[in-house]
C-alpha cells in the first residue's frame, strides 16, 4: 500500500504550492477559512490537502484549527526562499509525473515518451527544469568553489562547463574569483537563461557561450574549443590544462 500511494505526496505538495498555502502561512499561524479569502481557492480543497500535509510533517495545527509551517517546509516550500523546491514541484514533478504514466507503453516500444536528448524538445524541457533545480545545484556548485580554493588562486583558471544549462555552477565559479573564466556549452536556445541571469552583470564578461554544435565540429579539429582568443603563455597553458 505504500508503494501503491507514493504518487500522492509529491502531488500533495504540488497542489499546495500552486494555490499558495504555503506563502499565504508565512506571515503566521491561520485556518483554512482564512487561507481561501487570501488564495481564491475552496475551503473543502484547502482543508483536505492541509491535513495530509499535517500527516507529511509539512504542516502542524493546533486546537482552534489554525495551521502553520513546519521548519522544513519554512525552508524548502516558501516561493522566496533561496533553497525552495517549490518550483519543482509545482512545474517540474508534473510534466515528469505525466510521462511516467506511459511507461508500459515505453518498454514495449523500447522509445521515449520525449527525446530530451533532441535539441527541440529538450530545450523546451530543460529550460523550465534547470531554472527550477538551481536552489539544488547552487551549493554544491559553492562547495566545488571552495574545494578548489578559488578564492585565493592567483592564477588565471578556465572552466569548461558542459550541458551548461542555467550556467549556475559557472556562476557560483564566477563569484569566487575574478581569476576564473567560464566557457558554457549547450544548445543554442539554452543561452537565453544565461541572457537574463546575466544582463547588467560584472561577471557577464567572463562568460563565454559556445553551441553544442559548435564545439563537437570544432573539438574534432583543434584541442581547445570555444575558449577565448586571447594568446596565453606556455605556463598559463599547463595551468589551464590543469584545472580543467
Not at 505526496?9 to 499565504?24: C, R, T, Y
Not at 523500447?110 to 531554472?131: D, I, K, M, W, Y
Not at 533545480?133 to 585565493?152: E, N, T, V
Not at 541572457?195 to 567572463?206: I, L, P, T
Amino acid at each position: 500500500m505504500e508503494f501503491g500511494f507514493a504518487y500522492a505526496p509529491p502531488l500533495i505538495i504540488g497542489a499546495a504550492v500552486n494555490n499558495k498555502v504555503f506563502d499565504s502561512l508565512a506571515t503566521g499561524a491561520k485556518t483554512a477559512e482564512q487561507i481561501s479569502k487570501e488564495t481564491r481557492a475552496s475551503v473543502r480543497g484547502l482543508r483536505t490537502i492541509m491535513n495530509a500535509l499535517v500527516g507529511l510533517d509539512l504542516l502542524k495545527k493546533d486546537r482552534k484549527e489554525k495551521y502553520s509551517l513546519t521548519p522544513e517546509s519554512a525552508a524548502f516550500l516558501l516561493t522566496d526562499k533561496p533553497g525552495t523546491q517549490a518550483g519543482f514541484f509545482a512545474t517540474i514533478l508534473p510534466r515528469l509525473v505525466s510521462k511516467w504514466l506511459s511507461l508500459p507503453e515505453v518498454v514495449r516500444e523500447g522509445r521515449p515518451v520525449l527525446a530530451v536528448n533532441q535539441e527541440e524538445p529538450g530545450t523546451e524541457f530543460f529550460s523550465q527544469l534547470v531554472e527550477n533545480i538551481i536552489p539544488m545545484s547552487y551549493p554544491s556548485a559553492q562547495a566545488l568553489a571552495d574545494h578548489l580554493k578559488l578564492a585565493k588562486t592567483k592564477d588565471d583558471m578556465r572552466v569548461l562547463d558542459l550541458a551548461a544549462g542555467s550556467g549556475i555552477w559557472g556562476i557560483a565559479l564566477i563569484e569566487k574569483s575574478p581569476h576564473v573564466r567560464v566557457t558554457a556549452v549547450d544548445w543554442a536556445g539554452m543561452f537565453q537563461l544565461h541572457r537574463r541571469r546575466f544582463a547588467g552583470s560584472e561577471f557577464r564578461k567572463r562568460l563565454r557561450h559556445c553551441d553544442a554544435r559548435s564545439y563537437l565540429a570544432q573539438r574534432r579539429r583543434r584541442p581547445e574549443p570555444c575558449v577565448a582568443q586571447e594568446n596565453f603563455s606556455r605556463a598559463q597553458a599547463r595551468r589551464h590544462n590543469r584545472h580543467r
